[in-house]
């Protein structure tokens, strides 16, 4: 007569970590920072926060340090650092703002424009793997969650 197969053991308890906003935000990121090392941040050598730079740019054109660094949260020591990185790849470059000269607009080069451009086509099979395990009303429902939960 055989054996009969070992019972699968129970799932594991997440007690008090069930209800934790947090917990669940950390463990999703897990999975989402997975994925875009794979088709992002690997394949063009970006950073998660430099790769949102890229697209700020992108979608809006030459934007000021400040407004940068409010839509990215980021001090000001850390935006420095960030886009003298930036800088020295030759993704970006600092101009003087055409309507106030004491002030600097962000500009993407044209390597940057390219990397920007080719970066947001690489993030498209990402999203499709994220898709697959939500509908399109419940992505939705998740952006907008999450912005609510950020402050935007």
Request: glycine fraction near 8%; avoid cysteine; aromatic fraction near 4%.
């Amino acid at each position: 007569m055989a054996k009969p197969a070992a019972a699968e053991p129970d799932a594991l308890s997440l007690g008090a970590l069930g209800g934790v906003l947090g917990y669940h935000l950390a463990q999703a990121a897990v999975f989402t920072y997975g994925l875009f090392e794979r088709h992002v941040g690997e394949p063009f050598q970006l950073r998660k926060t430099e790769y949102s730079m890229l697209m700020l740019l992108l979608a809006n054109g030459p934007l000021s340090p400040k407004r940068l660094a409010q839509a990215l949260a980021l001090s000001a020591p850390n935006l420095t650092m960030l886009l003298d990185r930036l800088q020295d790849r030759g993704l970006l470059k600092r101009e003087r703002s055409q309507t106030d000269r004491r002030s600097q607009n962000i500009v993407l080069t044209e390597q940057g424009l390219k990397v920007a451009t080719e970066g947001a086509a690489a993030a498209g099979p990402m999203e499709r793997d994220l898709a697959q395990r939500l509908s399109s009303a419940e992505r939705a429902m998740l952006i907008e969650l999450l912005g609510k939960v950020a402050g935007l």
